[in-house]
T-cell receptor, first 113, second 112 residues
Framework: AQSVTQPDIHITVSEGASLELRCNYS??????LFWYVQSPGQGLQLLLKYFSGDTLVQGIKGFEAEFKRSQSSFNLRKPSVHWSDAAEYFC???????????FGSGTKLNVKP | SQTIHQWPATLVQPVGSPLSLECTVEGTSNPNLYWYRQAAGRGLQLLFYSVGIGQISSEVPQNLSASRPQDRQFILSSKKLLLSDSGFYLC???????????FGQGTRLTVV
């Protein structure tokens, strides 16, 4: 069965510091992987997605993620965090027919001034 | 791209009352549609998905049901709400020809 694990429930970083949010997945075939961001009381916005090819994926708002098959990971990174990045971040996996999207439990990011 | 409309945005309902949340989609045809619930401090739980009119799959046993009377309309219902039904409900569209899920703005349901 598919599953997504985000081991960090809360993370606090200082503005301008680098960020890495962890995501591990369990899936029997080649996964399609996503990162979404959710501002409080809002829906989810897609940051980036990985299907195949280059394992380093660039997304919006300066985010990137790296797919590591050997570690079953798809960690999200940003070199320098801005106060506006404070939000909740969700990793997701989908099968190749995209008929379901499974999400991790989310990581809440706080940004210190 | 697609636009997902959900209403109402917030809802307070007494225990035992019925529920109907509606979701409509613009900008696509024959989408896969999803209902997710996000409980306080928890992630997104997939409740139902639909690959076509009248086709509903339930992911978890619960007090809720879903229907898809039209191609781009997805309804979440309950005959009698429980306190545990409180949460943030998100409708999403995706799959088929789309390679990502698009989300509505959600409905905050509080059962009192």
């Amino acid at each position: 069965a598919q599953s997504v694990t985000q081991p960090d429930i809360h993370i606090t970083v200082s503005e301008g510091a680098s960020l890495e949010l962890r995501c591990n997945y369990s899936y029997g075939a080649t996964p399609y992987l996503f990162w979404y961001v959710q501002s409080p009381g809002q829906g989810l916005q897609l940051l980036l997605k990985y299907f195949s090819g280059d394992t380093l994926v660039q997304g919006i708002k300066g985010f990137e993620a790296e797919f590591k098959r050997s570690q079953s990971s798809f960690n999200l990174r940003k070199p320098s965090v801005h106060w506006s990045d404070a939000a909740e971040y969700f990793c997701a996996v989908a099968p190749d027919n995209f008929n379901k999207f499974y999400f991790g439990s989310g990581t809440k990011l706080n940004v210190k001034p | 791209s697609q636009t997902i409309h959900q209403w109402p945005a917030t809802l307070v309902q007494p225990v035992g009352s019925p529920l109907s949340l509606e979701c409509t989609v613009e900008g696509t045809s024959n989408p896969n549609l999803y209902w997710y619930r996000q409980a306080a401090g928890r992630g997104l739980q997939l409740l139902f998905y639909s690959v076509g009119i009248g086709q509903i799959s339930s992911e978890v046993p619960q007090n809720l049901s879903a229907s898809r009377p039209q191609d781009r309309q997805f309804i979440l219902s309950s005959k009698k709400l429980l306190l545990s039904d409180s949460g943030f409900y998100l409708c999403a569209s995706g799959g088929s020809s789309d390679t990502e899920a698009f989300f509505g703005q959600g409905t905050r349901l509080t059962v009192v």
